[in-house]
């Protein structure tokens, strides 16, 4: 059973910068959308960006355009959610989620955790002073 690993999180000062990874053994990333979401205390799970696997598309929430930057290291495997200018209202727990790409959608990514077939524990990140 594939599951992404997050890596990255901790505490940070607001307008701080953080960078979030997400890991996964055995596959290559590079075949997977990839997407993060978030979810803070008593609120509902809500979408962070996510990434094609061509890397052509990236789509982010409005609360986080400007300051969050998704991308991938292929040569590590990896795919990383740069945070910068980090305020309070970021504070969640971070997840990423992944689904195979099938053919012909190599510049396909959805805000739309349903469409997601494997999902990570989560990463705290927590922004306070």
């Known amino acids: 059973q594939l599951q992404p690993v997050e890596s990255g999180g901790g505490l940070v000062e607001p307008g701080g910068s953080m960078r979030l990874s997400c890991a996964a053994s055995?596959?290559?990333?590079?075949?997977?959308?990839i997407a993060w979401f978030r979810q803070a205390p008593g609120k509902e799970r809500e979408e962070v960006s996510c990434?094609?696997?061509?890397?052509?598309?990236?789509t982010y929430s409005d609360s986080v355009k400007g300051r969050f930057t998704i991308f991938r290291a292929n040569d590590k495997n990896t795919v990383y959610l740069e945070m910068k200018a980090l305020k309070p209202e970021d504070t969640a727990v971070y997840f990423c989620?992944?689904?195979?790409?099938?053919?012909?959608?190599?510049?396909?990514?959805?805000?739309?955790?349903?469409?997601?077939?494997?999902w990570g524990p989560g990463t705290q990140v927590t922004v306070s002073s």
């Open positions: 989620a992944a689904r195979r790409r099938t053919y012909g959608l190599q510049n396909v990514c959805l805000m739309d955790s349903q469409f997601y077939r494997h």
């Open positions: 055995g596959i290559t990333l590079e075949n997977y959308i």
């Open positions: 990434v094609s696997t061509s890397s052509l598309t990236t």
